[in-house]
Structure formats: C-alpha cells, structure tokens
C-alpha cells in the first residue's frame, strides 16, 4: 500500500490541489483502491493519475498529476537496456512525451507537446517543435531505423507538413542525441 507522505514525494502540486479543493476524501479512496484492487502490484502511484481521470476530476488537475508521475517514472523506474541493432537510432531508456493544456500556468510551463528526459541524475523537460514531435511519435512506435533511415523516412512522411531538407532533419537528429533523449547503439562491437 502507499501512504499519504509516498505520495506526497511523487505528486507534491497534487495533492495540494486536492487539498486546496478539499478533496481530500480521494486520498482515502486510493488507498482502499491499492488495498481492495492492487494489493500485489509495485507501481501503485502509477494508478494515481488514472483513478483521479477515473473520479471526473478537473482535466487541469488530472494534467498536472500525469504530468508529476511522468517526471517520477523517467527517473525511478529501472527501464532496462534497450535490445538494439547495430546502429540502430531509438528513444532513451524513460523518455515520455506528454501533451500540456490546461495545467500549463500552474507547472509554469509552455502549452504543447513535451519530452520529459533524464540527462545525468537530473529530469529534464522542454516543449517540442513540430519535426521534434513527429520524430518522437515515429520511434514511440516499434520500428527500427538506422540514422539515415530515420532521416529519410521523415523527410518524405513529413513533407506534406514540414518542409525540411535531409541536412535539417539530420540536425533535428543530432540535437536529440546530443540532449540524451535518442540513442543510437554504435556499429562496433
């Protein structure tokens, strides 16, 4: 089960939303859901944002606890190493993309799309352009690209939206393996 002070670590703007709002009740709540409905499971605050969506709370609200967990998991999370090729080009082991709307004055950031990344032992985030954006939704995806078929691929998926030259798109790439937020698993053994 996770306590209140468990809780309070991952969801700090959370839970002193619900307090403000005087929801406290839904604290109580989910823990007799992690109780009654996820007594085995070791990700029990990973149900949190889900079961305030579930309860019809404020989409800023639900915005800004997803938002928190996200940041929590990138880091906590033991995501392994990535089974790769050689050369092959794909999101950073936690990398999350989240989309932000209403709750983008109280996290006081930009509205848009956002990777949340770990670069050393701290988290990081920042709101992505368009050709950033389609590049992070291509590898969500379980496909494989080299380098150059990534930047191929994107140019013609693209051109209709962004009109990007192979030299751009392979900036784009560049800038993103330089923030740690791709990897590409090197050709030598």
Excluded at 82 to 92: C, E, H, N
Excluded at 142 to 159: C, I, N, P
């Amino acid at each position: 089960m996770m306590n209140e002070s468990e809780l309070q670590q991952i969801f700090p703007q959370t839970l002193a939303s619900l307090r403000r709002e005087k929801l406290d009740l839904i604290l109580n709540e989910f823990q007799r859901f992690c109780v009654n409905d996820l007594d085995d499971n070791k990700s029990v605050s990973g149900w949190f944002p889900v079961f305030l969506k579930a309860h019809g709370l404020s989409s800023e609200l639900t915005e800004i606890c997803y938002w928190e967990w996200l940041r929590f998991s990138c880091c906590s999370i033991d995501w392994g190493e990535p089974r790769m090729d050689p050369g092959q080009v794909r999101l950073a082991p936690g990398v999350q993309v989240m989309k932000i709307q209403d709750a983008a004055k109280k996290l006081a950031v930009d509205p848009g799309p956002h990777v949340i990344y770990q670069r050393g032992a701290k988290v990081q985030s920042r709101v992505v352009n368009a050709p950033e954006a389609l590049l992070l939704d291509v590898l969500q995806e379980e496909r494989k690209f080299s380098e150059t078929q990534l930047v191929d691929y994107l140019k013609m998926e693209a051109e209709p939206f962004v009109n990007l030259r192979q030299a751009d798109w392979r900036a784009v790439v560049g800038r993103l393996k330089d923030e740690g937020i791709l990897i590409v698993k090197s050709a030598l053994i």
